[in-house]
Structure formats: structure tokens, C-alpha cells
């Protein structure tokens, strides 16, 4: 997939003031920290489309970007370590939840994962919860850049392991770094895929 145009949409709390569900939506989420607005802007090769910021946390807002005229991109606030009050959080969770059950044309969620981490329990939480909503979703594994090559396939194959404790079929997964953009058209390749499945569906 050769991204062409990529901008910025709106920003919201509310899923009723979300863009017309009229294309397919790939979100991405994360702990905080995990790399996000970084692999957005690589994913998209346009710099500073998705804010970056040292301290995590940044995003608090559902941030869709339209790319290619075809399909939206969501940038969701991350879960997990941010130094917001428990209030500021339990809205946030209260938006997010109310994003996934209710965004009718969500095609797919990324899940960003930090490839150097040992599985963690907000991560396998998060995605325990999408499986019980059946929310079709992918694992993401970001900056695989940032340590050998074997000590990340170490890494991913304990995590998958312990996946395989929980799921019956494992999501489909990725590895990406958003400096090196390692993974980019793999990722960019599958939301092609998608698009393309989606279009030819009976009643598309």
C-alpha cells in the first residue's frame, strides 16, 4: 500500500462525534509509552502527523486520520502508567469501551506491544477484553530496533507462549520499529488485505 494522503480529521470523547462510518477503521492502542504516535507517523511517513511527547499519556482524545481517502486511522489514548488523576482514567476507560462496542465499522484493532517487555498484565488484560467483545484484533510488537535480533525473537516467542495459555488461535502478529520501519509494509499490507475483504463482501 503506497499511503498518498494522510490527515488529520477531529478529535473527540464521544463516539457519536466520530466521523460518518462510512470506511473501514483501523485503531491503534497501547500502554503508554509503547511507541504509538511514533509508529503512526512512520506507518503513514508523515512526520508529526501523530503527537509524540516524552511524557506518557499524551493522547486523551479519539484522533481519526483519514488516509488515502479509503479507510481511518484512530489513534486511542494508551492504558497503563500515565500520570493523569484516577479520575482522568476511569473516563478514559469509560471512552474507550464505549469506542469499541459501539464504532460500527471498526475493521480492526492494533494492539502495540513493547517488544523488549515480558507479557504484561494490562496488555493481556486489554486484549482478553477485546476477545470477550469479539473485536478482531492484532498484536503489534514496537521497537524491535532498540535490541538484538535474538533477544527479540526470545521475547516473542515467550509471549506467544504464554498467548497460547489463554487463546485457542493466537491473533496474527507484527514487528515493527518506527525508526527503522521495519514491518511497516507488512502492517500496511494487512490493512490492504482487510480493505480488499471488506469491499468484496456480500452487500459491501
Not at 76 to 92: D, N, Q
Request: charged fraction near 20%; aromatic fraction near 8%; glycine fraction near 6%.
Amino acid at each position: 500500500m503506497i499511503i498518498r494522503d494522510a490527515r488529520f480529521l477531529t478529535s473527540n470523547t464521544r463516539v457519536e462525534l466520530c466521523p460518518p462510518p462510512d470506511r473501514p477503521e483501523y485503531a491503534f492502542i497501547g500502554r503508554s509509552n509503547v511507541g504509538k504516535s511514533s509508529l503512526i507517523n512512520a506507518l503513514t511517513s508523515r512526520a508529526g502527523l501523530a503527537k509524540t511527547s516524552a511524557s506518557p499519556g499524551k493522547t486523551q482524545l479519539i484522533n481519526h486520520f483519514l488516509i488515502n481517502e479509503q479507510w481511518y486511522l484512530v489513534d486511542l489514548p494508551g492504558y497503563g502508567y500515565a500520570k493523569v488523576s484516577k479520575t482522568a482514567r476511569a473516563e478514559w476507560h469509560k471512552m474507550i469501551n464505549a469506542y469499541l462496542q459501539r464504532r460500527e465499522n471498526l475493521a480492526c484493532v492494533c494492539v502495540l506491544i513493547d517488544s523488549r517487555l515480558p507479557p504484561q498484565a494490562s496488555d493481556l488484560e486489554f486484549m482478553e477484553k477485546l476477545g470477550e467483545m469479539g473485536v478482531p484484533f492484532v498484536m503489534v510488537f514496537t521497537k524491535i530496533d532498540k535490541q538484538s535480533a535474538s533477544q527479540t525473537r526470545t521475547l516473542i516467542t515467550a509471549y506467544l507462549a504464554k498467548m497460547n495459555e489463554i487463546w485457542d488461535e493466537l491473533p496474527r502478529h507484527f514487528l515493527t520499529s518506527a525508526s527503522t520501519k521495519v514491518g511497516r509494509d507488512e502492517l500496511l499490507g494487512f490493512i490492504d488485505e482487510v480493505n480488499q475483504n471488506l469491499a468484496a463482501a456480500p452487500g459491501a
